[in-house]
């Protein structure tokens, strides 16, 4: 039977969620998964690159006959796309997301059986793949920390009855969360677990250090220089019990992976459509004046 294939774009909170709606809809119809992991990075501004590799996923890389060809600007693309258009919403083979649409796009589709289903889009939203969220966790477990530093971090995470990741997303980002977010966080949640202890991670440790106030709980502002890449954080916040989030979707994975029964605190105006996860706690903040995205 002809696979589901996801385009696969941005970085790797995004390509994790690309991941996780296309591996649903796969299972759900009963199809092989292919990645189509070249179309989505022949415009990329920021230099990004394909990652899930290092995941125990379950999916091919799609060949040349499945990825319609050039980018999503090219004729190829934009014929599946307009000619998708015409056919009722859950006959399509061509899925690009539309806000309008909600979550039907996907867990009402039924295509066509002789044809290939393509993914376009971000998908940013729990409901898309609830339904596997047992087979999603064990796929994207990440790989398990080597290096020391992170080893010894990991150790000192497990030690503790309930450690809380802050993430902190601030460079080359827009929009930036303000302080008042993460200071209303923090007070929430020693409110609900006093004995909580805080692991920061994230690209601007100077302002966490100099902004985020912990009301004198103990508090590690988590640096690994050794660590080849940011997988190596990514596999230590998800081992966290509680988490901070930040308005990313790499926040995001790093809070959802791991134990299902995790306490999360989450921006209640992230500024964008990324949805929070069912039972996580929304927490009142600002955006930055200046740092809107557009």
């Known amino acids: 039977m002809p696979p589901v294939v996801t385009l696969v774009k941005g970085g790797l909170g995004n390509q994790l969620f690309c991941?996780?709606?296309a591996r649903a809809l796969a299972l759900r119809l009963g199809r092989p998964l292919a990645l189509d992991i070249t179309t989505g990075y022949r415009?990329?501004?920021?230099?990004?690159?394909?990652?899930?590799?290092r995941?125990?996923?379950?999916?091919?890389?799609?060949?040349?006959?499945?990825?319609l060809g050039g980018?999503?600007?090219?004729?190829?693309?934009?014929?599946?796309?307009?000619?998708?258009?015409?056919?009722?919403?859950?006959?399509?083979?061509?899925?690009?997301?539309?806000?309008?649409?909600?979550?039907?796009?996907l867990t009402?589709?039924?295509?066509?059986?002789?044809?290939?289903?393509?993914?376009?889009?971000?998908?940013?939203?729990?409901?898309?793949?609830?339904?596997?969220?047992?087979?999603?966790?064990?796929e994207l477990t990440p790989p398990a920390p080597v290096t020391a530093d992170g080893l010894a971090v990991l150790k000192r995470i497990e030690a503790v009855p309930f450690a809380v990741m802050v993430h902190v997303r601030r460079v080359r980002y827009s929009p930036k969360l303000g302080a008042d977010y993460y200071h209303r966080a923090v007070e929430q949640c020693l409110a609900a677990e006093p004995g909580a202890r805080f692991f920061v991670f994230g690209d601007d440790q100077e302002w966490a250090r100099?902004?985020?106030?912990?009301?004198?709980?103990?508090?590690?502002?988590?640096?690994?220089?050794?660590?080849?890449?940011?997988?190596e954080d990514f596999s230590l916040m998800t081992r966290c019990g509680g988490a901070i989030v930040a308005n990313s979707s790499f926040s995001w994975w790093g809070a959802w992976l791991g134990q299902a029964?995790?306490?999360?605190?989450?921006?209640a105006n992230a500024g964008f459509p990324l949805r929070p996860a069912a039972g996580w706690v929304p927490v009142e903040n600002e955006i930055e004046a200046g740092s809107a995205k557009t």
Not at 261 to 267: C, E, G, L, M, N
Request: glycine share 8%.
């Open 108 to 138: 009402m589709a039924d295509p066509p059986s002789g044809r290939r289903v393509y993914l376009n889009g971000y998908w940013q939203d729990e409901r898309f793949f609830e339904a596997s969220a047992g087979v999603i966790r064990d």
């Open 71 to 105: 980018d999503t600007h090219s004729w190829s693309h934009r014929l599946a796309r307009n000619g998708n258009k015409l056919l009722p919403l859950t006959r399509r083979s061509y899925l690009a997301e539309k806000r309008r649409h909600g979550i039907n796009l």
């Open 55 to 67: 995941f125990p996923i379950q999916a091919e890389i799609a060949g040349p006959e499945w990825c």
């Open 210 to 231: 100099a902004t985020i106030d912990f009301h004198g709980a103990p508090v590690e502002f988590v640096a690994n220089p050794s660590a080849p890449d940011e997988l």
């Open 261 to 267: 029964s995790k306490r999360v605190w989450t921006p």
């Open 43 to 53: 415009r990329d501004d920021y230099g990004r690159s394909y990652r899930l590799g």
């Open 19 to 21: 991941y996780a709606a």
